[in-house]
DNA sequence: GTCTATAGCTTGATAGAC
DNA sequence: GTCTATCAAGCTATAGAC
């Protein structure tokens, strides 16, 4: 047993980045390969189930992200506007201020398995519930919160798609600076 | 020269389709003989650039449809209302009621063409300019107009993606019918 | 744990019969 | 204009040396 080249965690990342760079079926184990610096033969060492098991372990992997990064700072303690403060910085991190696509839109085209795809309908739905309650913190009615919530989120997957498309990442620049705004009840 | 099996613009809806369900890279050849009827040998006398001339001319032809769906039905001379009447059952057919993805989104993944990306972004460009126009008929001043249009689309793209991820156009419904309110100037 | 080498299949694309 | 047959290159995946 040698020791790795990369320790499991920066190893998802660089795939990770593959992923959302390409998407599920032009992330070939060439791009892979490149990207991680290991043969397309080391990868299945560390992944058994081949390309799969990768997509399957970065949703996985950026789920966790978001239960760290997200989930469980609108449930900690911390005043509401420091969480909004904490939240935003982590989004305008984890898309690369626009410039890196959302693995929920990549990785859900035609990817014909399963439990990648149940996996990111339950990763979005966490989502979803979680920005519910920091729109309830933030004044909105439980029924006002899930719309408030589903809002947010869909501003950012749109504005997502259009930096992309635009070659210009102002829309979602201004997407995560909307937040607070985005979420806040109705006065 | 024998008689085509398929007119053209029959074809490339049925190419469309596979372009919109599957993305780029995943639309293969195969998938689009079947879903074609032609075999692949065909399309290639069809399209001699093969792969990105079918995904330019695909582009092309959605563009050519928003024109006349879209762009021209909001320079004509109907009543406001009728004219976002007109464009919100297009657009709902078009996506096939939140179950079919936007063009934009599947095919602006690490596409490498520069004039399939250079389509893309000036076709993104000319439906933000039409709907801006929409939105200044709708009580919006100049600079507001085209917030208020890139608001419309962020939202249709935002819900396309979270309508495919959790299977349920809800969202995508939704935002069709606010297309008015998200249209309209502030009062 | 990583590598080289390779199997077996699918891909995009071409040649030529009808 | 469509087809069958075929090509070279790419793909995912595996075997086995170190």
Not at 19 to 46: D, K, V
Not at 117 to 131: M, P, R, V, Y
Not at 143 to 150: D, I, N, S, T
Not at 155 to 165: H, K
Request: with cysteine; proline share 2%; net charge neutral.
């Amino acid at each position: 047993m040698r020791t790795p080249a990369m320790d499991n965690q920066a190893l998802l990342s660089c795939i990770e980045k593959v992923f959302r760079l390409h998407g599920y079926e032009a992330a070939s184990l060439t791009l892979i390969s490149q990207a991680t610096g290991l043969e397309r033969a080391s990868l299945y060492h560390r992944f058994p189930g081949g390309k799969v098991e990768m997509a399957l372990s970065v949703a996985n992997q950026v789920f966790l992200s978001f239960q760290t990064n997200v989930f469980e700072v609108i449930d900690s303690a911390q005043k509401t506007e420091e969480k909004l403060a904490a939240i935003q910085a982590f989004l305008l991190r984890f898309y690369e201020e626009g410039r890196l696509s959302c693995l929920l839109d990549t990785m859900s085209l035609s990817t014909q398995d399963q439990s990648l795809n149940t996996g990111l309908k339950q990763s979005l739905e966490a989502w979803i519930a979680a920005f519910s309650r920091l729109a309830t913190e933030l004044g909105c009615s439980p029924k006002e919160a899930e719309a408030k919530a589903l809002g947010a989120i869909v501003n950012m997957q749109g504005t997502l798609v259009v930096s992309r498309v635009l070659k210009d990442n102002t829309a979602f620049l201004a997407s995560i600076s909307d937040l607070g705004r985005l979420l806040r009840g109705a006065h």
